[in-house]
């Protein structure tokens, strides 16, 4: 029991010093970047480690492992060079049962290191793009210029004048482009009335020139076109999306192939500017999809009909489902690669064994590509992680296997001489 406490205090403490030390190696990178981007104008510095935090669970799921690894071949060497492991050898405890010993740490890191795969970094992904989006509006609207038009998104804006905080927007034109597989949005206006009319009995408000049609088009295309006296920014919304709520105004839906034209009027009317997280599984949402979505997709369910977005779902699937493993595998490789030999320095062994362990995560993600673009079966990462495993059941037991081997080898020779004799 006091053997074991020892172990993991050692094992857990200089696990957490590497991992201090590599987390701030790599956000120190990322830090500079940011700081470029808010002295640039492009972020806003309030929320520059809002973002490193949510950023935080996708650089330790790579980098959790790798700081157990170093930290088991840091503690089993010194082991071995302050010849500990020969007294606790000498004492009938093996080096196989001594890593046994460490069973729950490993455990424990290994249900967190599943944790931050699977729950916690889609989460933080999620929420990062969802601060840069609305960073990404809030500097659209610095750009704001009165009489003159801006775009952000499908979205293009016009105002006659806005006040001097630029919350306040006067005469405002707006316009959404949007495809011919979408419905128009309905407006949610305080006594607002909708009807079709027809492009002679046009407002004359809309300009004629908008319902000019095109019936030869090769799809129909939908352009909303909303007509306000003022606007303002919503602040604070618990949706954690950009909105803007209009006054007093008409918002037309305008067919390229079609002489007609719907029309609502509204007293007022709030609209989202940057798109909501979609529940479908795509290529670029991948990231950010929970394990629910992400297992009906690669299994074929709802993105059956688009195998790029299958393939892609898959890749994804086994990257999280993968990494877990890495905490099994380390102190695997760890325990028999921290052995040294009389009068050789731990650090002699450390270098290749990070190299042997980073081959293992790099081949994790080079497997990711390779499952994305159908070039290899999503078995893949279960033939890797097993090979690895296999490669260190050799390395702990393939000397014992070749003395014993060795050792009857010789002593069956010794009886066949006897016998001649």
């Avoid at 302050?82 to 007294?87: I, L």
């Avoid at 610095?142 to 004048?161: A, Q």
């Avoid at 080079?366 to 090979?387: I, Q, R």
């Amino acid at each position: 029991m006091i053997l074991r406490r020892y172990m993991t205090r050692q094992v857990a403490s200089t696990t957490a010093l590497v991992l201090g030390f590599l987390v701030v190696l790599m956000l120190g990178g990322r830090l500079i970047r940011y700081f470029g981007i808010a002295a640039e104008g492009g972020l806003d510095i309030s929320l520059l480690f809002v973002i490193i935090g949510y950023n935080l669970p996708y650089f330790l799921e790579l980098i959790l492992p790798l700081s157990f690894f170093i930290g088991l071949m840091l503690v089993f060497g010194r082991l071995y060079v302050d010849q500990e492991m020969a007294v606790i050898n000498g004492s009938g405890l093996s080096r196989g049962r001594l890593a046994r010993l460490m069973t729950p740490l490993i455990l424990v890191l290994f249900v967190f290191e599943a944790g931050l795969s699977v729950v916690a970094k889609p989460w933080g992904v999620g929420a990062s793009e969802a601060v840069w989006q609305r960073q990404a509006l809030s500097s659209a609207f610095d750009l704001i210029r009165p009489r003159e038009f801006i775009s952000s998104g499908n979205y293009h804006l016009y105002v006659g004048s806005l006040s001097d905080d630029r919350k306040q927007l006067q005469d405002v034109v707006l316009i959404q482009n949007k495809g011919d597989d979408s419905e128009a949005a309905r407006a949610d206006a305080a006594g607002g009335d909708t009807e079709a009319v027809s492009a002679a009995a046009m407002d004359d408000n809309l300009p004629r020139a908008l319902t000019t049609a095109i019936d030869d088009a090769p799809s129909i295309r939908k352009d909303i076109i909303t007509l306000a006296k003022r606007a303002e920014q919503v602040e604070g919304s618990e949706t954690g999306q950009a909105q803007l709520d209009l006054f007093q105004g008409r918002r037309y839906e305008v067919a390229a192939n079609s002489l007609k034209y719907n029309q609502v009027s509204f007293d007022r009317y709030r609209i989202t500017l940057n798109e909501a997280p979609k529940e479908v599984v795509t290529e670029d949402n991948i990231e950010t999809q929970t394990i629910g979505p992400l297992w009906r997709a690669a299994s074929r369910g709802e993105s059956a009909r688009d195998d790029t977005a299958v393939t892609a779902a898959q890749a994804e699937l086994g990257y999280r489902l993968a990494l877990p493993w890495l905490m099994i595998i380390a102190p695997m490789l760890a325990v028999p690669l921290a052995q040294v030999r009389p009068r050789q320095g731990r650090w002699l062994r450390l270098f290749p064994s990070i190299l042997l362990f980073v081959s293992c995560a790099l081949g994790i993600i080079s497997l990711k590509n390779a499952v994305a673009k159908g070039s290899v079966s999503f078995w893949a990462y279960a033939w890797l992680v097993l090979g690895f495993m296999l490669l260190a059941l050799y390395l702990n037991w393939g000397s014992r296997i070749q003395h014993r081997v060795r050792f009857r080898g010789a002593k069956g020779q010794t009886k066949q001489v006897g016998g001649t004799l």
